[in-house]
Antibody
Framework: HVQLQESGPGLVRPSGTLSLTCAVS?????????WTWVRQPPGKGLEWIGE???????SYNPSLSSRLTISLDESLKHFSLKLTSVTAADTAVYYC??????????????WGQGALVTVSS | DIEVTQSPSSLSASVGDRVTITCRAS??????LNWYQQKPGKAPKLLIY???SLLSGVPARFSGSGSGTEFTLTISSLQPDDFATYHC?????????FGQGTKLEIK
């Protein structure tokens, strides 16, 4: 089955850019799935950030869209997140997720282990 | 955005108890509702999708129901491994919003 692994800096300076990559293994990144980012601030709930289809079509959370870019590299079998102008409010565990569509359902069936990113000077 | 209200935010129960967690969507979402279980320091795990479809391998003591705006997750007989935080998520329209989570603790 699919395995996902996040990687990237664990500390980002305020006003800087948060960059994370999710490596996909055990399945094809070109399959008909959406590749999604979700975050969870310490002690809080889950927030859907956005997603990308293998065609390059993206869907972003409007609350983040002005700062957000999600991209996908089929040859390298990974997808990436860039969030600019970060503040302490962006401190969170960031998860990459494979989102599948089946009749009458859209589901996040495989999740990475998560990467803690702290925004601090 | 579709708002998802989950209740209760926390729940104390004993092994063997039957528990129910509720999610209410701010607009009709058919059966586009998922349930996840999360343990401390771990990623969420999908339990139920499409409001009532149990993911393969998930124990049958978990069940989901509902459509439209009201949904429930029921655990028929709590086991020690079930003490965790549960999240619901609507997947009807993006952004796919989550409920606030329900922390299920041992009484």
């Amino acid at each position: 089955h699919v395995q996902l692994q996040e990687s990237g800096p664990g500390l980002v300076r305020p006003s800087g850019t948060l960059s994370l990559t999710c490596a996909v293994s055990g399945g094809s990144i070109s399959d008909s799935n959406w590749w999604t980012w979700v975050r969870q601030p310490p002690g809080k709930g889950l927030e859907w950030i956005g997603e990308i289809y293998h065609s390059g079509t993206t869907s972003y959370n409007p609350s983040l869209s002005s700062r957000l870019t999600i991209s996908l590299d089929e040859s390298l079998k990974h997808f990436s997140l860039k969030l600019t102008s970060v503040t302490a409010a962006d401190t969170a565990v960031y998860y990459c997720v494979k989102t599948s569509g089946v009749p009458a359902a859209v589901l996040g069936d495989f999740w990475g282990q998560g990467a803690l990113v702290t925004v601090s000077s | 955005d579709i708002e998802v209200t989950q209740s209760p935010s926390s729940l104390s129960a004993s092994v063997g108890d039957r528990v129910t967690i509720t999610c209410r969507a701010s607009q009709r979402i058919s059966t586009f509702l998922n349930w996840y279980q999360q343990k401390p320091g771990k990623a969420p795990k999908l339990l139920i999708y499409g409001a009532s479809s149990l993911l393969s391998g998930v124990p049958a003591r978990f069940s989901g129901s509902g459509s439209g705006t009201e949904f429930t997750l029921t655990i028929s007989s709590l086991q020690p491994d079930d003490f965790a935080t549960y999240h619901c998520q609507q997947s009807f329209s993006t952004p796919y919003t989550f409920g606030q989570g329900t922390k299920l603790e041992i009484k």
